[in-house]
């Protein structure tokens, strides 16, 4: 939920035109490596967003969330052509609507299950599809599939962009991240969203309000399940293979992370962890070989100090904390609050 | 498949499933009792394989290395809870989950930087060595054997511990009632205390005497983890009959399945917590 207020609105602006200007940058600070690092933060930024739906929002805490990314990553490998370019509006169409239907038939059954059980069967889920991935030959098992060119969005031959080059596809990742943010900050401020907001409040009293909420879990679960695909479909995209390991249980371990990293609930929040651990461990990893070391004890102290996520460093009034799926939230929680 | 290979097979489910057990039955205490999620919980299998490689190298001797290891791990157990975990149980659990993961990589680094990220292996203790013959001229290591052994010890142990003792009749209601224990003047503090060390010690034993068995090896940590958690979740969170029940149907299916059909063993045990949760969403036994 973006905050309402003009400054918020001020700041992803200045914040999307910083981004949007980058590669035009002078060389120390730009430069192909750093772009390329650039197009891998917005594209886990994608990836944590459409978690954030599922887990910020609307409370369900999801530990498969990388099957969907996944498939749509593994969906350009086994569509991606050896000797020549894909065609992209089609791969593209094949990893968000494939991930989608998978999540359409992953949520409908994991649906039954709440809280920490909610947890563990979409784990369950998710190295199941890994397993299919990792043990059978569809995609050249545990050794990964390569994409050998980039993906081919010509418009009836006409060439509008040639994702080859590093600051373009950076544009084209950046014009994707708009795209997926825009649209989950319009679904969050529909009544759609404030529905979810209401469920993860308290599902009872929706259900008792006349709210279908399963179905409205289902369709977050979809959506979210959706975007994820796209960052999938880029990540594909942008390393040219794809191996199994996005599909475990460590990505989305990671993706949990950089949401409650950057603090839950909020769009921004996901953004702003995605940045914080890709730049981070990439930092980190420059210093020394213990990198993870100084990783783990960042994110304790962020645990220990603050509470609300890097999120909460900002500058807006302090929200109470969010109620946990696992224990439902007491009858004097109103859900008041402006979430839009 | 021959009469022979089945009952072998049969012993390595046992002997796989109640090494699960050990090491789930303490991450079901901690989260049935303190409702802590412990993802750092699978470190401490890692950091037990990794005492029992330095400590043998040590000492010289396997059984000194598990004495003085499991002394180690039950005031290390303390000491964590004391420092870190005492500070989670009125957080949310997704901050749980974000701190127990900044302990695993820690702990995954600290390990590298004090053993290094060499694979190792530990020698079995000369008594234990042999094996023994099961018919049609096939034969079984001591070793598993007596590992199997030892955990049904301890498992049958903590039965009794937490069925029939005064401090088992705390960790009972502890789970379910923790405001009623408190009040009625149990220590609280203490009993989560030693609760918690008790769990870190039963993984860091599992890890101990699970070492000459596989090798010892960076990253062992996080494949338990998970497949605790199945134990865990399928026998129902905060029992640990569930676990016990749990953890050899796992060894069962985990061990034909790698028999039987190799392309998809890996699914197996999750198709079964699946189908299992479906079934029943709170798991098999419900916590008590």
């Given at each position: 939920m973006t905050s309402?207020?003009?400054?918020?609105?001020?700041?992803?602006?200045?914040?999307?035109?910083?981004?949007?200007?980058?590669?035009?940058?002078?060389?120390?600070?730009?430069?192909?490596?750093?772009?390329?690092?650039?197009?891998?933060?917005?594209?886990?930024?994608?990836?944590?967003?459409?978690?954030?739906?599922?887990?910020?929002?609307?409370?369900?805490?999801?530990?498969?969330?990388?099957?969907?990314?996944?498939f749509g990553a593994y969906a350009v490998a086994m569509l991606a052509p050896m000797s020549e370019a894909g065609n992209g509006w089609l791969m593209l169409l094949a990893a968000t609507a494939g991930a989608?239907?998978?999540?359409?038939?992953?949520?409908?059954?994991?649906?039954?299950?709440?809280?920490?059980?909610?947890?563990?069967?979409?784990?369950?889920?998710?190295?199941?599809?890994?397993?299919?991935?990792?043990?059978t030959k569809i995609a050249g098992g545990s050794d990964g599939a390569y994409v050998y060119f980039k993906p081919d969005f010509a418009i009836a031959g006409w060439q509008w962009i040639d994702l080859e080059r590093a600051d373009r596809f950076y544009w084209f990742v950046l014009g994707a991240l708009v795209l997926a943010l825009g649209s989950l900050a319009l679904l969050l401020r529909s009544r759609f969203g404030h529905a979810l907001v209401?469920?993860?409040?308290?599902?009872?009293?929706?259900?008792?309000?006349?709210?279908?909420?399963?179905?409205?879990?289902?369709?977050?679960?979809?959506?979210?399940?959706?975007?994820?695909?796209?960052?999938?479909?880029?990540?594909?995209?942008?390393?040219?293979?794809?191996?199994?390991?996005?599909?475990?249980?460590?990505?989305?371990?990671?993706?949990?992370?950089?949401?409650i990293l950057g603090g839950l609930g909020s769009l921004g929040g996901a953004v702003a962890g995605a940045f914080a651990f890709v730049l981070l461990s990439e930092g980190f990893s420059a210093l020394t070989r213990h990198w993870q070391l100084l990783f783990g004890g960042f994110i304790i102290l962020t645990v220990a100090l603050l509470p609300q996520g890097l999120a909460g460093l900002s500058l807006r009034r302090p929200r109470r904390p969010l109620p946990t799926p696992t224990s439902p939230p007491t009858s004097t929680d109103t859900p008041r609050e402006r979430h839009a | 498949m021959d009469l022979t290979t089945l009952l072998i097979q049969c012993l390595n489910s046992v002997q796989y499933g109640l090494l699960l057990f050990l090491v789930a039955s303490g991450l079901t205490l901690i989260f049935g009792i303190m409702g802590v999620i412990n993802l750092a919980h699978g470190s401490f299998y890692m950091i037990g394989a990794y005492l029992a490689f330095s400590l043998s190298t040590l000492l010289g001797s396997l059984p000194l290395a598990l004495l003085v290891g499991v002394v180690l791990a039950v005031a290390f157990g303390y000491l964590l809870e004391w420092v870190f975990f005492s500070y989670l149980y009125e957080r949310e659990?997704?901050?749980?989950?974000?701190?127990?993961?900044?302990?695993?990589?820690?702990?995954?680094?600290?390990?590298?930087?004090?053993?290094?990220?060499?694979?190792?292996?530990?020698?079995?203790?000369?008594?234990?060595?042999?094996?023994?013959?099961?018919?049609?001229?096939?034969?079984?290591?001591?070793?598993?054997?007596?590992?199997?052994?030892?955990?049904?010890?301890?498992?049958?142990?903590?039965?009794?511990?937490?069925?029939?003792?005064?401090?088992?009749?705390?960790?009972?209601?502890?789970?379910?009632?923790?405001?009623?224990?408190?009040?009625?003047?149990?220590?609280?503090?203490?009993?989560?205390?030693?609760?918690?060390?008790?769990?870190?010690?039963?993984?860091?034993?599992a890890g101990m005497i699970a070492a000459p068995m596989s090798s010892v090896y960076p990253g062992m940590g996080g494949q338990v983890l998970i497949v605790c958690f199945v134990v865990v979740v399928i026998g129902g969170i905060g029992s640990v009959k569930g676990a016990l029940v749990a953890a050899l149907l796992i060894g069962f299916v985990d061990t034909f399945g790698k028999v039987l059909w190799q392309e998809g063993a890996g699914a197996l045990v999750y198709v079964l917590m699946a189908g299992i949760l479906l079934w029943r969403p709170a798991g098999l036994f419900k916590a008590g």
């Open positions: 309402n207020t003009s400054l918020s609105r001020v700041a992803w602006a200045l914040a999307f035109m910083l981004l949007a200007v980058f590669p035009l940058l002078p060389e120390p600070i730009s430069g192909k490596f750093h772009t390329e690092l650039l197009s891998k933060v917005m594209i886990m930024a994608i990836f944590a967003a459409s978690l954030q739906l599922l887990v910020g929002c609307t409370g369900l805490v999801s530990l498969g969330h990388a099957a969907f990314f996944g989608a239907l998978l999540a359409l038939v992953i949520g409908a059954l994991v649906m039954r299950t709440q809280g920490i059980y909610f947890i563990m069967v979409t784990l369950a889920f998710g190295q199941l599809v890994y397993f299919v991935f990792h043990d209401g469920i993860r409040h308290n599902e009872q009293r929706m259900r008792a309000a006349g709210y279908p909420t399963l179905l409205y879990k289902l369709a977050a679960f979809v959506v979210a399940g959706l975007l994820a695909g796209l960052g999938g479909f880029l990540y594909a995209a942008q390393y040219g293979f794809v191996t199994p390991e996005i599909l475990s249980w460590h990505y989305s371990g990671n993706a949990l992370v950089m949401i | 659990h997704l901050q749980q989950v974000l701190m127990t993961y900044g302990l695993i990589l820690v702990f995954e680094e600290l390990r590298s930087l004090l053993v290094g990220d060499e694979v190792h292996g530990v020698a079995i203790p000369e008594l234990l060595a042999g094996s023994i013959a099961i018919g049609n001229g096939m034969t079984y290591p001591v070793y598993r054997l007596f590992v199997s052994g030892v955990c049904l010890a301890l498992a049958l142990g903590m039965y009794l511990l937490i069925s029939k003792t005064r401090l088992g009749m705390m960790v009972r209601a502890g789970a379910t009632h923790r405001e009623m224990v408190q009040s009625l003047g149990i220590n609280i503090t203490l009993l989560y205390r030693v609760v918690f060390a008790v769990g870190v010690a039963l993984a860091v034993f």
